[in-house]
């Protein structure tokens, strides 16, 4: 999933954690971010276009990890945003023609 998102980050908390992994000679890079964004965060409005990868590289768990993670995306949109969801694999194809308001019967 690619979100793409330019609000006004002049007023914004970061709480980042890093670390490498090595297990069996094998390493790896977990990073966790929570970034908080104070009242500007209501004030962003605009449009948003979720791109999503349906193809069969994400079958199974990847495909359950990016439902969870766009429906979470979903749920804190700005109010009076619009948003809608292209999604691609051997075709692509739009949730709705055109972008919807963003509202709790559109969720």
Do not use: H
């Not at 998102?5 to 090595?22: G, I, M, S, W, Y």
Request: net charge neutral.
């Amino acid at each position: 999933m690619l979100v793409n998102f330019l609000p006004n980050l002049n007023r914004l908390n970061t709480l980042e954690a890093q670390k490498t992994l090595d297990e069996e000679g094998e390493e790896g890079f977990l990073k966790l971010r929570n970034i908080a964004l104070k009242e500007d965060s209501q004030s962003a409005r605009g449009e948003f276009i979720f791109v999503i990868d349906r193809s069969g590289s994400m079958y199974g768990q990847r495909i359950v990890n990016l439902r969870n993670a766009l429906e979470k995306f979903l749920k804190i949109l700005p109010k009076d945003s619009y948003f809608n969801i292209l999604s691609f694999g051997s075709t692509f194809s739009l949730y709705k023609p055109q972008s919807i308001k963003y509202d709790d019967k559109n969720l």
